[in-house]
């Protein structure tokens, strides 16, 4: 017999909840497997982000900061808490953004001591570029057979819904 049908056998004869358990523990350790290579491959490639900013005369946390502008106003403590880091590391990396005038701070609607960061035109503009050449796929990626690539940003797409 083959080791398909010797294992399909030994399932016959477990209870339904040992069954199941063997199921969910399959499937736990698949998406173990999955996740781990997803992030071993988004990790590999992250380590060629400093080139990939320096492109663009930026420090790796400065073209995280343009990336995260680009969806609006941001407070400066808000930019702290995402950069993982106390707010007076933020003034500083403010200000040699402010000073290339990619970008500008202005006082909250709501609340005028709370400082917001807001892109300039010149720094939606590189923004724009940064995130074209972000969005270029590796050539491992773009080697890929179309059917992958169907596939791969099918199951992302789904992965984020979840989000």
Not at 110 to 123: I, N
Not at 134 to 157: C, H, K, N, Q, T
């Amino acid at each position: 017999m083959n080791g398909l049908g010797e294992g399909h056998s030994e399932q016959a004869g477990r209870p339904p909840e040992a069954r199941t358990q063997g199921v969910e523990e399959a499937e736990v350790g698949l998406a173990q497997q999955a996740w781990t290579l997803l992030f071993e491959l988004l990790h590999t490639h992250m380590r060629n982000f400093p080139a990939l900013a320096a492109e663009f005369d930026l420090s790796p946390v400065q073209a995280h900061v343009l990336r995260q502008l680009g969806e609006g106003a941001l407070a400066m403590s808000t930019l702290a808490t995402y950069l993982s880091c106390d707010a007076s590391n933020v003034t500083g990396l403010v200000d040699r953004l402010e000073a290339r005038k990619l970008v500008e701070r202005r006082s909250s609607e709501q609340d005028r001591r709370v400082k917001m960061l807001v892109l300039t035109e010149a720094g939606a503009e590189l923004r724009g570029r940064l995130m074209a050449r972000m969005a270029r796929p590796p050539p491992f990626m773009a080697s890929m057979p179309e059917e992958d690539l169907v596939a791969l940003g099918d199951i992302m797409r789904r992965a984020l819904k979840t989000q």
